[in-house]
């Protein structure tokens, strides 16, 4: 399609690139809320990620590309989209894995703190823990009573 338009009169080569151009974006961003669709579902259901043995030639690669699998057999254009995709651009690597979920992380928390804290009345729980590898983590969680229900509401925010 991007050939016949460069070929075409009626169109000069600079309208052509924007409009192959924005088809690219609009593919990509579908491809990537599909992947993200993937990973939020993962998340939710406290499933894990990756596998054992993620080559082409496993019986089972993991949940995660299991799933990109199963939905590339079922949806035509996605399937299409991860087709075409370059090599560096099918957004399936653990490190965009791990950008998606810290995204989406960071969403809900923005949400949790623009949303439910509507009134200026809240607390806040932190707590610091130490493993035996020596490592620290924290928790931190928000608590404040709802104004639509009255009832004392917690959020964990990591």
Do not use: W
Not at 127 to 151: H, L, N, P, W, Y
């Amino acid at each position: 399609a991007a050939l016949d338009n460069l070929i075409s009169t009626d169109h000069d080569i600079n309208l052509a690139l924007l409009q192959q151009s924005h088809n690219e974006r609009l593919q990509n961003r579908a491809r990537l809320r599909t992947i993200l669709d993937i990973c939020l579902f993962l998340a939710r259901q406290g499933l894990p990620f990756r596998g054992g043995d993620e080559k082409d030639s496993s019986s089972n690669r993991g949940n995660f590309l299991e799933l990109i699998r199963f939905t590339a057999e079922r949806v035509p254009d996605f399937s299409l989209q991860m087709a075409n995709a370059g090599y560096n651009a099918k957004y399936t690597s653990p490190s965009v894995q791990r950008q998606l979920l810290h995204c989406a992380a960071t969403a809900i928390r923005q949400h949790i703190v623009l949303k439910e804290l509507e009134d200026i009345y809240f607390s806040l729980l932190v707590d610091e823990a130490s493993c035996d590898t020596k490592s620290e983590q924290m928790a931190v969680v928000i608590r404040f009573v709802s104004k639509t229900t009255g009832i004392v509401l917690k959020r964990f925010m990591g």
